[in-house]
């Protein structure tokens, strides 16, 4: 009598399983991508025999290189190659001709830029230290609770200014001067109180050589990025378009949704040519007018363009980035492409530009947003 079909498929279930883990890998790293995510819908142990991260981090090697910073970052946020390589593939597939960042990657990108990493505070001591040895003072709006608490000669002598002109050595105030120690402390303390704050201008590119989808392409990534830097408690951010010149599309404060939304969605693409240094110049002007702005506040500007510039305003875009981040402390720049032809290695130029701190964070700091190689002419 024959043996029946429910005892050959026992017996062969039995003869796999009694073959090592190490064997089998041998057979499965053989297996193309489609194959090995039909051999994991087959058994609980192929499933985790497939789900081999070695296996999956070589996968995504071979197909997208060798993994960046961006890439291992968002690895961590993924929690798994093979789903990286999942996300990234389909990202790839929906996106034809262009390159864009896979969800976990952009997710990962927004988080780095909002969150102070080791090379941010390289930057930020570097840039503090800049400051420190300015010959110009420093100033800045003092907010209410301070002018509240801090004993206001000002006042005696009937001035109604809250414009406060403090230089950096003013905790090394002569000791002769009982008002400004008194002043000095009190602004130490109600520093302490306070949390460090964020405040992120999103430089938008109008020019002439952002095509209308590359616009709407931005436009919806200041979406995604608004609610990430919401997270981040007493944050603020603002909108500026920039083209010859620039404007102010969102006030700096912190995160209207719908007045966000709205601000956004009516925004009109100004056209002309690409002047990056305004850009740069209008956000330097809006971080110092800001009363609540003190040196420890993170200050992001995030630059979307596709960094078309001659030679000219290149080194006026250049020469802008250093003077802000002489003259503004925990300055960072960040540039995200988009369009066609993008020149990344000016944008990775102008981000290193940005103090002693940034220099080799060119590469770190440039995320492909939007971007084809084909120059639209």
Not at 37 to 42: A, V
Not at 88 to 98: E, I
Not at 100 to 128: G, H, V
Not at 149 to 177: F, H, N, R, W
Request: with cysteine; proline share 4%.
């Amino acid at each position: 009598m024959g043996t029946s079909m429910p005892d050959k498929r026992h017996s062969a279930v039995s003869t796999i399983n009694a073959v090592p883990d190490d064997i089998l890998m041998v057979l499965i790293e053989r297996l193309d991508v489609p194959a090995l995510l039909r051999l994991g819908q087959c058994a609980t142990r192929f499933l985790q025999l497939v789900g081999n991260e070695q296996l999956w981090q070589e996968l995504f090697t071979k197909r997208f290189g060798h993994p960046t910073q961006l890439h291992l970052a968002a690895h961590k946020i993924a929690s798994s190659w093979m789903k990286m390589y999942k996300s990234k593939a389909v990202t790839d597939k929906a996106s034809g001709a262009w390159r864009k960042p896979s969800p976990f990657e952009l997710q990962a990108a927004l988080k780095q830029m909002i969150c102070p990493t080791t090379s941010d505070k390289r930057s930020s001591q570097n840039s503090s230290s800049s400051s420190s040895t300015s010959v110009k003072p420093f100033e800045v709006q003092a907010d209410k609770e301070t002018l509240d608490k801090a004993p206001s000669t000002a006042s005696s002598q009937g001035s109604t200014d809250t414009t406060v002109a403090l230089p950096v050595e003013m905790a090394e105030s002569s000791e002769g001067d009982d008002t400004s120690q008194h002043a000095s402390a009190s602004q130490r303390t109600n520093e302490s109180q306070e949390e460090d704050e964020l405040c992120v201008v999103f430089l938008i590119d109008g020019s002439g050589s952002v095509g209308e989808e590359d616009f709407a392409c931005m436009t919806s990534f200041l979406n995604t990025a608004a609610d990430t830097v919401a997270t981040v408690p007493n944050s603020k951010l603002c909108v500026v378009q920039f083209s010859n010149d620039s404007r102010v599309e969102v006030p700096l404060g912190p995160l209207d949704k719908p007045a966000f939304e709205a601000a956004i969605k009516s925004m009109v693409r100004m056209n002309g040519g690409t002047n990056i240094a305004a850009a740069v110049a209008k956000a330097g002007s809006l971080l110092k007018s800001l009363p609540s702005c003190s040196h420890h506040t993170r200050r992001v500007l995030a630059l979307l363009t596709d960094g078309r510039i001659d030679s000219y305003q290149a080194r006026e875009a250049g020469a802008m980035v250093a003077r802000l981040a002489d003259e503004q402390a925990n300055v960072g720049l960040w540039a995200f492409g988009v369009g066609r032809g993008v020149d990344a290695v000016e944008l990775m130029r102008i981000i290193e530009g940005m103090g002693k701190g940034a220099k080799g964070l060119g590469k770190e700091r440039y995320v492909e947003l939007c971007v084809r190689d084909d120059a639209p002419w």
